[in-house]
């Protein structure tokens, strides 16, 4: 009986939650849908508390720069924590807005995901390295541990150092959701595992032989490749060629009101996503 | 009378203050001097500079001559580590090594490189007897040297001293810290060195100086005011500061 | 009589007492808040990873061989091996070098060096482990993947860095201990006729051997509680490592890498690390306050 009824509320909560994810990903990963009017500067006022993800942190904190400039008696508090830890104070309702760089899963709390951007995650080896391209396939390979030399793929006869987020990354999910699981194979345990991608970068520009997985925005000083044969820039994610992409995501517990919402339209709208594209994230698709 | 060590035109500095003023001495084999003086009269100062221990102290400065058998023990030439096996010393408080009786005497000949384990017995039960403590300690060896009575501690020095097989022995106020008892146990042993070893001790006690040594010499302020045979010292001082010191009139 | 039992029952007298009472209860409080705080986290750590050790089993979760969140398996003998590695790797060079430190301070350098290097050491002590890390990464691990041997991410670049971060704590306590050793031992060794080497080596090192041990366990303390250099010098690969040139993972790299996403087991899990690391640290501590205690007697 018992678990009946566990397994019953199980479904519930899938349902719910795909139904609100479905609702998003259509209401939009495009801009938000009616214009709010412009209110008048100087007539916003409040705090507002942000904390999760630290993928999403950094662009947060812009969006929140320029927001309190346009409106200077709110106060906008961006901090980490990671998503997991976003999605937590949000269902408990110590912040106001949750971040989230992956989507929400069905164990998780409800909570309202809002987009507010995309990130593309690069496959990226030293500069000094040859190779211009690899497969999907050839990447899932090499991190599963089937290939060990670069000669294998094209590249000088030498060993690979593979480099990789921890577990839990949201980097790490979108890329083993892309990459690593679409051909049935995991990362190997002596892989290197780093905590953030800036980490990584410094690994793979100083070791020659590194292969690695960071955001976008965190491709300078690195040669990043093309991935069956699609290069990973901005407009190739945007257009769907680029495959290895995530959303990053605002959440709250109820539908927005106040100056939670005007925050939210705010980075949704144009002067968000000019911040976003210049800090080498996708934009969502504006009309 | 063979001399054993001459002092000659010593001068002592401890960074800019002399401690010790043109200093002349001849100590005589197989006796016992005695340095008496107050507090703060160089004696200890003038023992120590025997087996170069004042090396220790940093900022000193040495003028004139302290031979040695006629070797000069401050030329250059001279090892120090090879100087002090031959001047051994033995100091006022007891200062046992943390380690068993058995190790303690046996350090010093370890240090020389002796490890035969045979060897070292009997130079151990040697140096013991001639310490006279063998008898008190002969069946506990392996205790620790730290759980010995005061006295027999200070002899359980000497004997460590013994081992090395020196030629002289320093002693810096060896009883000061002991019993009457063991005090008396130690004079009668400076008594049987004699025979082997020069012993030139320093000593508050006047009454030790006289029933022990053959030799005293009165240090005042740096200077050795009066040196001669230790009757003659006692009895006959020839120096008002002297006769007023071993009376009692000051120190 | 009378008079002293007047004075006594003073009304002054009583007012004394109650104040001297409060200051002693007051002292008692501060004194039990720290130890309460030490309870409580050590509470909040076994209330978090209680669920683990129950779903995965105390043994198996030790000696577990895979650490893989997606399978749901929670082993963690490679950390536990990992860190081991480490913090004998660390101590192999900290300890000789620190002894050798500690001894060149008290009883070998002019004062003039001894001057400039004591506060050196001491320094190091302020700088963050970040900075400890950075350089690691930087110039370390480099060195070490030109030498032909992997990534250079491994047991022995983690090892150095920790050598490093360990080496105050060594030295200073092994100098606070050698300089307690009397000056007599010193003096009666010398004036046996030893060098100045033998008097260190026979008599004052070993008189001043339970500070020094104490200064080993307080340091290995603190190699396996480190973490933030760690993980940006030793790879934190998930394997048992087969040479000082392969990655590891430490325990407490673990929790540093993983907590901030975890959640449901995994959560559990890391708190469960959390509880061994924890029993490890506070069996060495226990251990080196003893030692230091003994020393004290």
């Avoid at chain 1, 807005?97 to 069905?106: T, V």
């Avoid at chain 2, 005589?28 to 107050?38: S, V």
């Avoid at chain 2, 004042?54 to 030439?77: A, C, H, M, W």
């Avoid at chain 2, 097989?165 to 810096?172: F, G, R, V, Y």
């Amino acid at each position: 009986m018992s678990s009946i009824k566990h397994s019953m509320k199980k479904v519930g909560v899938l349902l719910s939650s795909t139904l609100l994810l479905a609702a998003v990903i259509l209401a939009g990963c495009a801009p938000a849908s009616a214009p709010v009017a412009t209110p008048q500067a100087g007539e916003l006022s409040g705090t507002i508390n942000e904390a999760g993800s630290t993928s999403v942190q950094p662009l947060a904190e812009l969006m929140a720069t320029a927001f309190t400039a346009k409106y200077p008696k709110v106060t906008v508090n961006i901090s980490g924590g990671g998503s997991s830890a976003g999605v937590k104070a949000i269902a408990a309702g110590t912040v106001d807005i949750g971040a989230a760089s992956r989507d929400i899963k069905i164990t998780e709390p409800d909570v309202i995901p809002v987009c507010i951007a995309r990130d593309g995650v690069a496959i990226v080896v030293n500069e000094a390295n040859s190779l211009t391209g690899v497969t999907i396939e050839q990447v899932a390979k090499i991190y599963a541990g089937e290939i060990t030399n670069w000669k294998d793929v094209g590249g000088n006869d030498a060993t690979i150092t593979v480099v990789s987020r921890e577990e839990g990354s949201g980097t790490r999910e979108v890329f083993e959701e892309y990459v690593t699981g679409a051909f049935k194979k995991k990362i190997k345990a002596d892989a290197l595992f780093f905590d953030s991608n800036g980490a990584i970068r410094s690994k793979v520009a100083s070791d020659k032989n590194a292969v690695g997985y960071v955001s976008f925005g965190y491709v300078a000083g690195l040669k990043t490749l093309m991935v069956n044969n699609v290069a990973p820039t901005i407009e190739n994610a945007q257009s769907g060629k680029y495959p290895i992409v995530r959303r990053l995501y605002f959440l709250t517990k109820s539908v927005p009101s106040g100056i939670v919402k005007e925050f939210i339209d705010f980075c949704r709208g144009p002067e968000g996503q000019k911040i976003a594209l210049n800090e080498g994230y996708i934009p969502l698709v504006l009309k | 009378m063979a001399v054993k060590i001459q002092i000659r035109d010593l001068n002592f500095f401890y960074g800019p203050a002399q401690a010790l003023k043109s200093i002349n001495m001849d100590i005589y084999e197989n006796k016992i001097t005695a340095l008496i003086g107050p507090s703060g009269c160089g004696k200890t100062t003038l023992l120590r500079l025997m087996n170069r221990m004042s090396d220790l102290v940093p900022d000193t400065r040495v003028e004139g001559q302290v031979l040695i058998d006629g070797q000069d023990i401050f030329e250059k030439s001279v090892d120090v580590v090879n100087l002090r096996k031959k001047v051994g010393m033995v100091f006022q408080q007891p200062n046992p090594f943390p380690k068993t009786i058995f190790e303690n005497v046996a350090y010093g000949p370890r240090m020389l490189g002796t490890n035969d384990k045979q060897a070292l017995s009997k130079i151990v039960e040697e140096s013991l007897k001639k310490a006279a403590l063998w008898d008190e300690v002969k069946e506990m060896l392996n205790k620790s040297g730290m759980t010995l009575s005061g006295g027999q501690q200070q002899r359980l020095c000497i004997a460590r001293v013994l081992a090395v097989n020196p030629q002289i022995i320093l002693m810096d106020e060896p009883c000061s810290a002991l019993d009457p008892i063991s005090t008396l146990k130690i004079e009668e042993l400076m008594m049987d060195l004699k025979k082997e070893y020069t012993v030139i001790i320093v000593t508050h006690n006047m009454q030790q100086a006289a029933r022990v040594s053959d030799y005293t010499g009165f240090m005042l302020l740096g200077e050795l005011v009066e040196y001669a045979v230790t009757r003659e010292i006692f009895n006959v001082p020839k120096d008002k500061r002297c006769e007023d010191y071993i009376t009692g009139r000051f120190g | 009589m009378s008079k002293i039992s007047d004075s006594v029952l003073q009304p002054g007298c009583e007012l004394r007492r109650v104040y001297d009472g409060f200051w002693r209860y007051a002292i008692y409080l501060f004194g039990a808040i720290s130890f309460i705080i030490l309870l409580l986290i050590a509470l909040f750590i076994f209330r978090e990873g209680y669920p683990a050790f129950q779903k995965i089993g105390i043994w198996q979760f030790i000696s577990g061989l895979r650490w893989d969140v997606s399978d749901q398996a929670y082993g963690i003998l490679p950390m536990i091996i990992g860190s081991t590695y480490v913090t004998i790797g660390a101590l192999l060079i900290s300890v000789p070098l620190g002894i050798f430190t500690a001894v060149f301070l008290t009883d070998v350098a002019p004062q003039m060096m001894r001057s400039i290097i004591r506060p050196a050491i001491e320094l190091l002590v302020g700088i963050p482990s970040v900075v400890y890390g950075l350089v690691g990464m930087l110039m370390l691990v480099p060195i070490i993947r030109q030498s032909g041997h992997g990534s250079g991410d491994s047991v022995l670049a983690a090892s150095i860095v920790l050598a490093v971060m360990v080496l105050p704590t060594i030295v200073s306590i092994t100098e606070d201990s050698i300089i307690a050793v009397p000056n007599a031992y010193r003096e009666g060794a010398l004036s046996l006729g030893a060098t100045r080497w033998q008097m260190i080596w026979h008599v004052v090192l070993p008189a001043a051997k339970s500070g020094i041990i104490a200064s080993i366990v307080l340091g290995m303390g603190r190699a396996i509680g480190e973490t933030m250099a760690m993980i940006m010098v030793i790879g934190n690969s998930i394997i048992i490592p087969d040479s000082i040139f392969s990655p590891a993972r430490t325990l407490t790299g673990t929790l540093a890498l993983e907590l901030k996403y975890a959640a449901g087991l995994h959560w559990n899990a890391l708190f469960a690390t959390g509880v061994v690391l924890f029993v490890f640290i506070l069996i060495l501590n226990s251990f080196g306050f003893l030692m230091l205690r003994g020393k004290n007697k």
